[in-house]
């Protein structure tokens, strides 16, 4: 069946490092791939999305590209901020017919601190 | 914005009994799911509600499970005689597009306690 692995946390950070957080998946077919973060006290919220190989998605300074030949899908950010101080999770569409049921990795708690 | 709320945000009950976990979904969105996560694990699909039915369930769903969209606004979860091993954050999600390739929008989770 589908799976994501993540990289293990937590992650500490100081401000303005460069962050990269690993997440591999396995599927049949060609499942769409995202990014959650949830902030302390709040709901998961979609970070990014890529419904397709070589695509890639971005927001608030992140960026993460759909690799099927690696089945990967790294989440990067150039220069952390203390306020990215959240829970980050790589999810996955079950894609075809499904009525969307997303796999999630097992999250990564980030910590930047100033 | 728009936003998915749900009540209570903790729930403590007693083993054996039942439960109802309430949720608000977007107001135009269509597709409708139930997701948890047990304490240090992942988090996961339990249900997924279109039309006034279930479209799609896991294993974790079974009988003691139900879902129901009993007005036009509430999406509830039951869980007929809770066991210890129901302990979880639930979380309620909507999508207003078929989910595979659209975002889900994510409630801030219930914390049900079973002692």
């Known amino acids: 069946g589908n799976s994501v692995t993540q990289m293990e946390g937590p992650v500490t950070l100081s401000e303005e490092a460069f962050l990269t957080i690993n997440c591999t998946y396995t599927?049949?077919?060609?499942?769409?791939l995202f990014w959650y973060v949830q902030y302390p006290g709040e709901g998961l919220q979609l970070l990014l999305k890529a419904t397709k190989a070589d695509d890639k998605g971005s927001n608030k300074g992140f960026e993460a590209t759909y690799r099927k030949e690696t089945t990967s899908f790294h989440l990067e950010k150039g220069s952390v901020q203390v306020s990215d101080s959240a829970v980050y999770f790589c999810v996955q569409g079950a894609g075809g017919t499904s009525y969307g049921k997303l796999t999630f990795g097992q999250g990564t708690i980030l910590t930047v601190h100033p | 914005e728009p936003e998915v709320t749900q009540t209570p945000s903790h729930q403590v009950t007693q083993m054996g009994q039942e439960v109802i976990l309430r949720c608000v979904p977007i107001s135009n969105h269509l597709y409708f799911y139930w997701y948890r996560q047990i304490l240090g694990q992942k988090v996961e699909f339990l249900v997924s509600f279109y039309n006034n039915e279930i479209s799609e369930k896991s294993e974790i769903f079974d009988d003691q499970f139900s879902v129901e969209r009993p007005d036009g606004s509430n999406f509830t979860l039951k869980i007929r005689s809770t066991k210890l091993e129901d302990s979880a954050m639930y979380f309620c999600a909507s999508s207003g597009t078929e989910g595979a390739r659209g975002e889900q929008y994510f409630g801030p989770g219930t914390r049900l306690t079973v002692t």
């Open positions: 599927a049949t077919g060609y499942p769409s």
